[in-house]
């Protein structure tokens, strides 16, 4: 079977943790090279995984010039997203990015048309697109099981370690972008709609020296067409917790460790005193989300968590973080088309256990 050819760019705990170990589940994905400016612990990496080249940043150009790989997954800080997609358009190289997209809307709009112009395919990193407990929420609220969804809750938020470069203004770190993106993406796919406006409160500067630059957490309400209602908190500062919920007008919906990985997710159905639970065992989310990609690449078609839905969430973020420094509501602009899930991008794929941590 053909292969999709990837290079990892940035050999952080990301990729440590999740991706590197998940390729070999996929059968259509493989990891051809590593992308690194540490030199010494990249090729630990490669040499656990048996990947064959070790590339500095320096030499990135060069690689994707020569035709060695056909996509890169980009895992760097946040600040960078836009430059290395970019770069590997120029090739004719696609791009799995971890989200958020990038830091601003015209570095999302530059990265959507460089793959455009390009005809490569970028794709933002969400890995729920190919959970199925997540499409299984999906598809229940679309053949109206509690019918008309009127409200959405979540909490994401854990205890982030000091000096990690989610924690730097200067990459655009903080909860909202790393872990409140899930957040809003799920409220957007819950209502099958762009919120039009939001508002938001950030708890700053009150829980130690490092929360110095971005918040500890946030709190955020969106508003939908039809007086649908969406309210979420991120956090760097608490104790573990995960979940979400949908309010209906015959009933609730509710997932528990709905967005992280790593996790089997509990999915509970309440309709008047009738409650039902539905447990779906742990599966690997980035097998999962790498394995779809590789699809794409391979039959040529387009993925659904493409470059516009990353410019939809990144257009959320900024007004958020717009609300919550000027104490209002911000208008979210509009972006046109909306992609939703689809049961036949579901993958599921056992726990990857053969990974290195450095």
């Known amino acids: 079977m053909k292969k999709v050819r990837f290079a990892v760019v940035g050999a952080g705990w990301i990729s440590q943790e999740a991706f590197l170990p998940a390729v070999s589940q996929t059968g259509n994905a493989e990891v051809v090279a590593i992308v690194s400016g540490d030199a010494a612990k990249a090729r630990r990496l490669a040499d656990f995984h048996g990947i064959a080249a070790v ?26 997203h836009c430059d290395f997609a970019i770069r590997a358009a120029r090739h004719r190289v696609h791009a799995l990015v971890e989200k958020p997209l990038a830091i601003n809307v015209a570095q999302s709009e530059a990265m959507i048309a460089a793959a455009r112009d390009a005809g490569v395919y970028l794709m933002t990193a969400y890995r729920l697109h190919n959970d199925p407990a997540t499409l299984k929420v999906v598809e229940l609220l679309a053949s109206g099981t509690i019918g008309d969804p009127r409200q959405f809750s979540a909490t994401l938020s854990f205890m982030l370690p000091e000096n990690n470069h989610r924690l730097k203004a200067e990459h655009w770190g903080g909860p909202l972008q790393d872990v409140g993106v899930y957040c809003v993406n799920a409220a957007r796919h819950v209502f099958g709609q762009n919120p039009h ?3 938001a409160t950030s708890s700053f500067g009150h829980a130690g020296s490092r929360y110095s630059e971005v918040e500890e957490g946030l709190t955020a309400t969106l508003e939908f067409d039809g007086g649908r209602l969406a309210q979420f908190y991120c956090g760097f500062g608490t104790d573990a917790m995960d979940y979400c919920q949908v309010l209906g007008t015959q009933g609730s919906i509710a997932l528990l460790n709905a967005f992280r990985f790593g996790m ?24 999962g989300m790498i394995a779809y990609f590789a699809d794409c690449i391979l039959t040529r078609t387009p993925p659904r968590p493409d470059g516009n839905e990353g410019l939809a969430d990144m257009r959320t973020l900024l007004a958020i973080e717009a609300a919550s420094a000027a104490g209002t509501r911000q208008d979210v602009p509009a972006t046109p088309g909306f992609a939703s899930y689809h049961a036949g991008m579901v993958r599921t794929f056992p726990p990857a256990k053969h990974k290195l941590l450095i």
Do not use: C, K, W
């Open 197 to 199: 406006r939001v508002s």
């Open 55 to 80: 590339h500095d940043y320096s030499a990135f150009d060069a690689m994707v010039a020569r035709g060695e790989v056909d996509a890169i997954y980009v895992a760097t800080p946040n600040s960078s």
């Open 264 to 287: 089997a997710r509990r999915l509970v159905i309440q309709r008047a005193d009738v409650q039902e639970v539905i447990d779906f065992e742990e599966t690997d989310n980035f097998s």
